[in-house]
């Protein structure tokens, strides 16, 4: 592996990444995902995107639907193929295409093309889930001239920052993740499936999370689900809830995309929140597929001892 003074770096399977920020993300060039990669580029693909904090944007992709899923299948089961996603989502899927979750503001013949304004607050996929997101990989195929940004917040960063004590605290709390909250939040009375309410859309899942590849600890908490945190009162939850909330979203913590055509973003759902930017009516139209692959349980921070490896606080 070679590298440039602007961080730019060989792969070895002959693809280049380079750095989009001090903390996270990294832009790929040189891949064309639409054919099969080898298991070691796909390998290499998949450790500069660890090694990147979770957010990677190859370039310049001309992917079909087919193409997209083979390539997203690469990383593991995808909700609305092995796991159907909550019924409120279920009328954006490409027709023909369950894996496939359309977010746009286009409309045709008076009908929604896609999920408009989907995801403009922060949070991780479908962390109300008992198995939320891994891997989120959305491909843009139309974009607006300007706005549509998508922030990322690194909650690896914004949990490394935080003092011993309050990190030893927070080991210890789990909170209950449930689509509700965001359902109140930002959905329109009338898209929403009451049958979402229940069951699989609302888990508890702990405060502290540690990364089951990289080994490092995150916060697992947002405001797009995150009700409350288990056994605080409700204002004591609120108050520890917006703290974190502030404490994640600051500047050096976040990073901006914003969206070339035909870019194909990789976001780590596990260490991550995002936040789509809704700046753009009336401006342009924003057309995007997204596949979202799902994730193991989590696993809090106290039941996973390899991660003293990397972290050894000495409390
Ligand atoms: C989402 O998946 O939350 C939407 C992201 C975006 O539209 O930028």
New binding site residues.
Partial sequence: MSATRSGTKRDAPGFFVTPLSALSGAEVTGIDVSEFLADEHFAALKKAWLDHNGVLVLRDQSLTPEQHLAFSRRFGPLFGEAESLQDTVKKYLLPGFPGIYR?SNKVEDGKPLGRAR??TYW?S?VSFRKRPAMA?I?YAMEIPPVG?D?LFASMTAAYDALSPLLRKKLRRLRAVHDFAVAAGMSYSPDVIENGDFDGQNRHLHPVVTTHPETGRRALFVNPGFTSHVQGFGHEESRALLNFLYRHATRPEFVYRHRWRKHDLLIWDNRCLM?Y?VADYEGKGE?Y?H?TTVIAEEPVGAAEAPAAEVIHTDSD
């Fill in positions: 977010v989907a995801g949070h996929d989120s959305l549509g998508t995002h789509a924003r995007m997204r």
